[in-house]
């Protein structure tokens, strides 16, 4: 395990762990300065493509999204989701990770599920790439996005999952719309920390969609807070900007040659 991912770990019932997508350079750059992880995640199939799921991503969306990314990020550890369809079985998962790692020179990958991946998580992580484990609702494979764990059935899954993902070398677990008191055990159990998206307060760090929480995503889920409203603030700026142009204002001589 490298620096990094030990120092990452390290920040478990120490201080609370911030992590943010990125799907370009220039949000990334803005949002490192107060990351511990950023994460190109798949959502981009929905958030900028408008998919209907992310099963559409592919690796080469995610491949060019995350270069730019990289370009951003100086400090945070960067993870890039590895998409639908990249990782049935060990030998797959490996060569397309190997390919993520080497063109994005990203730090780490995230795949999603619990007992089915164990054995493709243990190829990718004998191979030295780090891993990040993502359980409850799993979008690359979900028929609902109902929140996991009221039943105890239900519940019983995922805890076991969650050991079996540390047993198998993650270095973190995303937590996705998971019960808060489900959400507080697996925190307790497992040694490696929680991120939870929708998963209670309980978690060892939160992680949002960047474009929900600045207001440029309009989507309705319980587990967004909105923090800001840019696109208030680009329709001001554009419309300060079609009144220049109609007017002849702009440009003036400090804008021409
Ligand atoms: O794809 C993504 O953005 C994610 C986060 C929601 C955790 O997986």
């Known amino acids: 395990m490298n620096n990094k991912i030990i120092n990452f770990i390290k920040k478990k019932n120490k201080s609370k762990i911030i992590s ?3 799907y370009s350079k220039n949000i990334a750059s803005i949002i490192d300065r107060h990351c511990d992880l950023i994460l190109v995640g798949d959502s981009l199939g929905s958030v900028l493509y408008s998919f ?3 099963k559409k991503v592919t690796l080469d969306m995610m491949i060019e999204h995350s270069k730019s990314v990289r370009m951003g990020v100086k400090k945070s550890l960067m993870v890039v989701d590895m998409p639908h369809n990249t990782y049935r079985n060990p030998k797959e998962a490996l060569s397309n990770a190997k390919k993520i790692i ?7 990958i995230k795949l999603e599920g619990g007992k089915k991946v164990v054995q493709i998580i243990k190829t990718l ?3 030295k790439i780090p891993v990040m484990g993502h359980l409850g609702v ?3 494979s979900a028929i609902n996005f109902k929140f996991k764990g009221k039943e105890i059935a239900e ?7 969650s050991k079996l993902l540390e047993e198998a070398g993650v270095f973190s677990i995303v937590l996705e719309c998971v019960e808060s008191s489900l959400a507080k055990e697996i925190t307790k ?3 490696v920390p929680t991120i939870g998206i929708g998963a209670s307060v309980h978690c060892d760090g939160q992680v949002l969609v960047t474009d929900d929480l600045i207001g440029l995503n309009k989507i309705n889920a319980r587990f967004v807070k909105r923090y800001s409203n840019i696109e208030k603030q680009i329709n001001e700026a ?4 079609k009144k220049d142009v109609v007017k002849s204002k702009f440009p003036t001589k400090k804008h021409s040659y």
Do not use: G, H, M, W
């Open 20 to 22: 943010l997508t990125a």
């Open 52 to 54: 209907s799921s992310t």
């Open 102 to 108: 080497s063109k994005t020179k990203c730090d780490a």
């Open 125 to 127: 992580i004998k191979n």
């Open 138 to 140: 799993l979008p690359q």
């Open 155 to 161: 519940r019983k899954i995922i805890l076991r999952d």
């Open 189 to 191: 159990t497992i040694k």
């Open 238 to 241: 554009v419309l300060k900007f």
